[in-house]
């Protein structure tokens, strides 16, 4: 035919689009004529067709059908937890694309597929209980034999819906046979995560999102085996939390009466993610970005949108939370008390990010309150600061803080404050070396809201490279560079954010999707296979394509990472030398 | 309550987010108690909520009911277009958000609406003639008056359709009162375009779009006042055309057999267009850019997906016409005929881009062919685009190439040639200073696809501000910048373009919307109103940010402009001084 039949995997690559010569009647699939039955294809992929790739993995050569009725066996299949993520996966398994884009048949090592199809797995827990935390044992082992039942084995529930997740990636759809088959029998699979925290920042307080939004957001975090929703649910733009001692915030701080959040939305938001391996962990935005607080209770706040903003916020609208007003601390106290309920985890956001000094040093109930005291404007900030993560500590819970409080502020944190660190990733290396532990979301490479210009009432700092992040550089970034051993345990792991100026649920998942993947193997997977070998952007995107492909499969609206030819003929793009790679 | 509220204006901002003590539970809209009915709330926009802005209006200050059984009155109201017109208007007239995020009330100038509806709109056109080309006349009247009769006035059919997109955008929805409403009666609208020609790319090879995904995409380019489908619809990477000569080049092109535009389907696209006052033009990618016309006819291609692909394409698959191959012309003569039927709009494109030199030079079909006929491949590249061109011609079609064609390879293009400038805006003084006229899509403000990377196998080249355009970006590039009268006249128009390396029905919305909307008020508004006087971004934002949720209203996925805050209060955003501005 052409030059490059020689090739065998181009034989698989051409044949995609060579099924039939009645092209607009054809219902059915006919087989790629140049791929004879009984024949092995070609498979070039070094990887499995697994996303985030696991820690350790072995496969055969053999192909096993499975059962759409297939059958998850045991005690611990009827934990409520476990049996609910069956009902999902038992759906998730079995969707299929009668054209698909992906070179399908890459993963068919054997076209006589066995004669048993795979009915059963086994699902065993060591534990039953379900409390998660940063320190869940997440591991699973899963092994998918030639015949016979499969096993899927944890620690806890939570290990098993990572695995349910894994053995679903290993169903493939064969459009030839109409029938769903797992490729590369037997597997064997030993899987954990390289870092404990793992997670997202979603931005309800710019842009609402409703409860099905926020659901449909962690569905998709579960499948990519993230497991924290960092809740940013208020800001200054808008207060949608309805709080129980002051209604007032919401009915005057939200958009409107739509767009808030409940006591009941938290609690079945929380249980949902929970069902799904996820944390939320609410952040209380304070004592900066705090417009939206005084439109119910004017006191608490400062330089109330003080127009023109410039000099007040590093955005519009101005305002800050009165740190010299003793109602102040009893509304952020007794709101924490609120959280501190509502929000199970462990972990508590205390923000302090982004404060403006002139929006206080401008506001006379302040510098009164200085004057009397004898006291600077940076003690008393601290005071507030420290008084209101002490609070949060009381209630037992860990304190994250975003980086300004230890590097810019330099307040004497405790130990045990976990530092978010965001302006850039140098930022890692300053918070490790003074012995604290971070969670790392640096703008430079896992900000994936930026990179649309330059809203105009949003000044970013002109960060060097604080544009789009391409999934290739969000793929790229090492969080160990230039660190020592013992500064590299203090990373606890990290979030992609989605800051809300200009994402909302009309874009959000083509900002997410498929760049947080890309993140969210870095944290699953880590840098390095167990042999020691670096995990590169040239095998991921052999993998990243058809997990982008699956993602769009399950209903995400991602965006694709290349052409389509590309995406149906990866080794035709993606070939080295690439000097682009 | 606080500091701001001096301001009348911040009183109707902050109303909205103050609607009720028990927001949870509300399900009517009580009246922002700080807006006392009666009295006139303060209305800061100095344009009304049109996109785009209509040429000549002049409003009152009264407000007037809108029936929602509104009734279209005369003769020219049962014309096919225009009847189909009024059922989708009578749809998209009557769209509520009972919690916009707009600030509705600016635009209510009387909170006493009249007594009598507005139930009756009368059509009137010139003529029934319904052909629809370039010099189409789609102007058009509309008055509101105080009560009775609307009365809509064009010359065509054409004219009707963009006055009821204005009528349409006339009636706001009073979430208070649950009633439809126009604001401002009496109104007397007199628009037309200031350009003729107002388009969009759309790539169908890169990516696939099922034939309802162009529908949407031909919706929303009528509701923004474009008139132009240019549909690329064959590239390397696929061939979704099903020839009926040719249908092998589909059956083996295409990425498979649902991935495919039929004879039909393309009538019902350009059936479907026309009936919105949108014209479909036709790109023949050829001769570059054509591996997938080599799976279905081998001898037609050159150098077809050559690997490593580097030095023969600009991005893979490598693969373009064999110029000197006898088939190739009677193939490519063949498909105009066929696409000279199927396409009725007197345009034409007949492409021309990107071709790469090392592709033919290494075929060793075409240099026996030059020694043979001691040619120089220069030569017979010209030879054999100009042969193409000439044969669009015969059909009595204008011909459409990319900006190479003259600016790179000189060929002698008949001056009725229209040359359609990519590469960069410095292209339109070029082509224009050489007497042709031109279509204008540069890159550097008019390339909506571009922003997110350099994709792996995409290397564009590294034109300066090549990367996202933002829509104030968008919005501020004058075609005319540099250009003499003369040449200006040249300008026909312009299109934005949505190239498929990294778009497909999963992202398109977003990355057009609302920048492709900047772009149209562009071309049909123009630079300056009829008293001379610039329109500018700080008054086009105001518009804009309704316009962007009325779009949403509308199941348009367009991304959000800035924080919500800044859609319910833009006059605390985007007041001067900006720094951005």
Same mark, same amino acid.
């Given at each position: 035919?052409?030059?490059?039949?020689?090739?065998?995997?181009?034989?698989?690559?051409?044949?995609?689009?060579?099924?039939?010569?009645?092209?607009?009647?054809?219902?059915?699939?006919?087989?790629?004529?140049?791929?004879?039955?009984?024949?092995?294809?070609?498979?070039?992929?070094?990887?499995?067709?697994?996303?985030?790739?696991?820690?350790?993995?072995?496969? !055969?050569?053999? &192909? #096993?059908?499975?059962?759409?009725?297939?059958?998850? @066996?045991? /005690?611990?299949?009827?934990? *409520?937890? %476990?049996?609910?993520?069956?009902?999902?996966?038992?759906?998730?398994?079995?969707?299929?694309?009668?054209?698909?884009?992906?070179?399908?048949?890459?993963?068919?090592?054997?076209?006589?597929?066995?004669?048993?199809?795979?009915?059963?797995?086994?699902?065993?827990?060591?534990?039953?209980?379900?409390?998660?935390?940063?320190?869940?044992?997440?591991?699973?082992?899963?092994?998918?034999?030639?015949?016979?039942?499969?096993?899927?084995?944890?620690?806890?529930?939570?290990?098993?819906?990572? !695995?349910?997740? &894994? #053995?679903?990636?290993?169903?493939?759809?064969?459009? @030839?046979? /109409?029938?769903?088959?797992? *490729?590369? %029998?037997?597997?064997?699979?030993?899987?954990?995560?390289?870092?404990?925290?793992?997670?997202?920042?979603?931005?309800?307080?710019?842009?609402?999102?409703?409860?099905?939004?926020?659901?449909?957001?962690?569905?998709?975090?579960?499948?990519?085996?993230?497991?924290?929703?960092?809740?940013?649910?208020?800001?200054?733009?808008?207060?949608?939390?309805?709080?129980?001692?002051?209604?007032?915030?919401?009915?005057?701080?939200?958009?409107?009466?739509?767009?808030?959040?409940?006591?009941?939305?938290?609690?079945?938001?929380?249980?949902?993610?929970?069902?799904?391996?996820?944390?939320?962990?609410?952040?209380?935005?304070?004592?900066?970005?705090?417009?939206?607080?005084?439109?119910?209770?004017?006191?608490?706040?400062?330089?109330?949108?003080?127009?023109?903003?410039?000099?007040?916020?590093?955005?519009?609208?101005?305002?800050?939370?009165?740190?010299?007003?003793?109602?102040?601390?009893?509304?952020?106290?007794?709101?924490?008390?609120?959280?501190?309920?509502?929000?199970?985890?462990?972990?508590?956001?205390?923000?302090?990010?982004?404060?403006?000094?002139?929006?206080?040093?401008?506001?006379?109930?302040?510098?009164?309150?200085?004057?009397?005291?004898?006291?600077?404007?940076?003690?008393?900030?601290?005071?507030?600061?420290?008084?209101?993560?002490?609070?949060?500590?009381?209630?037992?819970?860990?304190?994250?803080?975003?980086?300004?409080?230890?590097?810019?502020?330099?307040?004497?944190?405790?130990?045990?404050?976990?530092?978010?660190?965001?302006?850039?990733?140098?930022?890692?290396?300053?918070?490790?070396?003074?012995?604290?532990?971070?969670?790392?979301?640096?703008?430079?490479?896992?900000?994936?809201?930026?990179?649309?210009?330059?809203?105009?009432?949003?000044?970013?700092?002109?960060?060097?490279?604080?544009?789009?992040?391409?999934?290739?550089?969000?793929?790229?970034?090492?969080?160990?560079?230039?660190?020592?051993?013992?500064?590299?345990?203090?990373?606890?792991?990290?979030?992609?954010?989605?800051?809300?100026?200009?994402?909302?649920?009309?874009?959000?998942?083509?900002?997410?999707?498929?760049?947080?993947?890309?993140?969210?193997?870095?944290?699953?997977?880590?840098?390095?296979?167990?042999?020691?070998?670096?995990?590169?952007?040239?095998?991921?995107?052999?993998?990243?394509?058809?997990?982008?492909?699956?993602?769009?499969?399950?209903?995400?609206?991602?965006?694709?990472?290349?052409?389509?030819?590309?995406?149906?003929?990866?080794?035709?793009?993606?070939?080295?030398?690439?000097?682009?790679?």
């Amino acid at each position: 035919m052409h030059a490059r039949l020689s090739s065998l995997l181009c034989v698989v690559a051409v044949a995609l689009t060579t099924v039939t010569a009645q092209p607009a009647s054809a219902a059915a699939f006919s087989p790629p004529s140049q791929v004879i039955p009984g024949i092995p294809a070609v498979n070039p992929v070094t990887q499995p067709w697994i996303w985030p790739l696991p820690q350790n993995w072995e496969r !055969g050569s053999n &192909t #096993l059908k499975v059962s759409k009725h297939i059958r998850f @066996e045991g /005690r611990d299949a009827r934990h *409520p937890i %476990v049996s609910k993520a069956i009902k999902r996966y038992q759906g998730l398994m079995f969707k299929k694309e009668d054209y698909p884009m992906i070179p399908y048949n890459w993963s068919t090592t054997d076209y006589k597929p066995s004669r048993s199809s795979l009915n059963t797995v086994v699902i065993d827990t060591k534990t039953a209980d379900d409390h998660l935390d940063m320190d869940t044992d997440e591991s699973y082992t899963l092994t998918v034999p030639v015949s016979g039942k499969a096993v899927l084995q944890a620690e806890t529930v939570y290990g098993i819906l990572h !695995g349910l997740e &894994t #053995l679903s990636q290993l169903v493939q759809y064969n459009p @030839e046979r /109409r029938s769903y088959y797992i *490729p590369n %029998v037997p597997w064997k699979i030993s899987d954990f995560p390289k870092y404990k925290h793992r997670g997202i920042l979603l931005d309800t307080s710019r842009h609402y999102y409703t409860i099905q939004d926020i659901e449909k957001f962690i569905d998709t975090l579960s499948w990519n085996k993230l497991n924290v929703f960092h809740w940013h649910m208020i800001d200054s733009t808008s207060f949608p939390y309805v709080s129980k001692k002051y209604p007032q915030l919401s009915a005057k701080g939200a958009y409107s009466p739509r767009h808030v959040y409940t006591a009941k939305n938290i609690k079945h938001i929380v249980q949902y993610a929970k069902e799904r391996g996820v944390r939320v962990i609410p952040e209380m935005e304070a004592p900066g970005h705090s417009t939206s607080w005084g439109y119910g209770i004017p006191e608490i706040a400062s330089c109330l949108n003080t127009q023109p903003y410039f000099g007040y916020t590093v955005q519009p609208p101005a305002g800050q939370l009165n740190i010299a007003h003793p109602k102040t601390k009893e509304v952020v106290y007794d709101l924490i008390d609120e959280w501190a309920e509502l929000f199970p985890d462990s972990f508590f956001h205390a923000a302090g990010d982004e404060v403006v000094m002139q929006c206080w040093s401008n506001d006379t109930y302040i510098t009164d309150h200085l004057q009397k005291n004898n006291q600077t404007l940076m003690q008393l900030f601290e005071e507030f600061v420290l008084g209101m993560e002490d609070h949060v500590r009381q209630k037992d819970k860990t304190v994250m803080v975003w980086q300004e409080m230890l590097l810019e502020y330099h307040f004497s944190l405790p130990k045990d404050t976990v530092i978010q660190v965001w302006v850039g990733s140098e930022g890692v290396k300053e918070v490790t070396e003074k012995g604290y532990r971070t969670i790392v979301s640096a703008q430079d490479f896992w900000y994936l809201d930026l990179g649309f210009g330059r809203p105009r009432s949003n000044p970013y700092p002109e960060v060097q490279g604080a544009g789009f992040n391409h999934w290739n550089r969000v793929y790229s970034y090492d969080m160990r560079a230039n660190l020592t051993k013992e500064e590299a345990d203090l990373i606890l792991g990290a979030e992609a954010t989605m800051w809300g100026e200009l994402a909302d649920p009309n874009n959000i998942e083509d900002r997410l999707w498929p760049r947080a993947a890309a993140f969210a193997e870095r944290l699953w997977s880590g840098y390095e296979n167990p042999e020691g070998e670096a995990l590169i952007s040239s095998d991921a995107i052999l993998r990243l394509l058809p997990w982008r492909e699956r993602l769009v499969l399950r209903g995400v609206r991602a965006g694709p990472l290349n052409q389509g030819f590309c995406t149906r003929n990866p080794l035709d793009c993606f070939q080295p030398p690439n000097p682009d790679k």
